[in-house]
Nanobody, 122 residues
């Protein structure tokens, strides 16, 4: 089992930056791919970023590419999502996920955090 806990969300203004974190415990974090998804009210959960178990590869959809950066610190069992140039459309609950493969689909991940709210005001 893997337990994931997100932190660092909040309310910011458009153009601001925010970093959210996800702390993992349980099964070996260093061998798991990690990802961030988000879900806005009335919308499906969507892929935001992923990072391979060794940090060698990352992946982003066009909607956040160039603005968001995913990283991981295996010594701290933590994965980060640095979000810059935030837009109101980035407002959502952000979820951390862990799995074997850094895919873009929710079914690629077996473990999920409880989610954290990020709100971007215009």
């Amino acid at each position: 089992q893997v337990q994931l806990v997100e932190s660092g969300g909040g309310l910011v203004q458009a153009g601001d930056s925010l970093r959210v974190s996800c702390s993992a415990s349980g099964r070996s974090f260093s061998r798991l791919a990690m990802a961030w998804f988000r879900q806005a009210p009335g919308k499906e959960r969507e892929f935001v970023s992923a990072i391979a178990w060794n940090g060698a590869t990352t992946d982003y959809p066009d909607s956040v590419k160039g603005r968001f950066t995913i990283s991981r610190d295996s010594a701290k069992n933590t994965v980060y999502l640095q979000m810059n140039s935030l837009k109101p459309e980035d407002t959502a609950v952000y979820y951390c996920a862990a799995g074997v493969w850094p895919g873009q689909r929710t079914i690629d991940y077996s473990y999920w955090g409880q989610g954290i709210q990020v709100t971007v005001s215009s």
